[in-house]
């Protein structure tokens, strides 16, 4: 199955200029960003809390 090809791609964009207008695409851009930085700071701080106990644990057997 292929991905979304370049026809598909203009015609979503086309559809959301439609429905937002052109002053609220920059503010949905910001917002998407900010969402996707938060989502990635929150999935890099999970990985360091799970990874941190068993750096001690593996101190822990070292001793």
Known sequence: MAGIGAQEL???LLV???LFGAKKIPELA???GK???EFRKAVRDTKEELEKPEEE???DKKS
Do not use: C, F, H
């Open 30 to 32: 910001q917002g998407l």
């Open 35 to 37: 969402g996707i930085r």
């Open 57 to 59: 644990n593996n101190s």
């Open 16 to 18: 959301v200029l439609l």
């Open 10 to 12: 203009l015609l979503i």
